[in-house]
């Protein structure tokens, strides 16, 4: 029950920043527009942000799947894109109404997954240090994350794929050379 509270406080959220930006938006509009009390709001969520937090991580979540494997990255990479640009409206609301910080925020563990995914799976039987692994996942998810962040304040102009498949150019074979540097 409570993952189903969780969804349609979320659906609230996006209807509501269809009409309006996200610093109109209170917990009571919230609350008024899922058909809940305010306190059943506070049982799942300590503010407004908490909810945006959590449904940046669940739409990702769900965009990325189990595409984190050195085949798949540049697919995961691409149903980030896709699942930003699926929630527009709700995306650059929120990049408006908060610091890009706060976006890179969300989108950091979710990049950070899928990098380290990747690597976990090119580094097969070389020995590197668990803190050089994560080094290099760091520098290749400030990478895509910055990408996209430019991609956000531009209004998602361009296509996903041409993004995806540039980067795909930029860092093949890049990244066994980096673990490379790093074997022990």
Not at 7 to 13: G, P, V
Not at 37 to 57: A, Q
Not at 69 to 89: D, P, R, S
């Amino acid at each position: 029950m409570s993952q189903v509270t969780k969804r349609a406080l979320e659906q609230s959220l996006k209807n509501l920043l269809s009409k309006k930006p996200l610093t109109k938006i209170t917990v009571g509009d919230i609350a008024e527009d899922c058909g809940i009390n305010r306190m059943t709001f506070y049982y799942h969520f300590k503010d407004i942000y908490d909810l945006v937090e959590w449904s940046c991580l669940e739409d990702a979540k769900r965009a990325l799947d189990e595409k984190k494997t050195y085949e798949t990255w540049q697919q995961g990479l691409l149903q980030i894109f896709e699942a930003v640009q699926e929630n527009k409206v709700f995306i650059l609301n929120v990049y408006r109404c908060v610091h890009r910080e706060q976006v890179e925020k969300y989108l950091q563990p979710l990049v950070d997954r899928l990098i380290l995914g990747v690597i976990g799976e090119e580094i097969g039987d070389m020995v590197v240090r668990e803190e050089d692994s994560r080094f290099i996942a760091r520098v290749y998810s400030y990478i895509f994350i910055g990408i996209m962040l430019d991609w956000i304040k531009d209004d998602m102009q361009q296509d996903p794929r041409q993004i995806v498949d540039r980067l795909a150019k930029l860092i093949k074979g890049s990244m066994s050379a980096a673990l490379l540097h790093f074997k022990l």
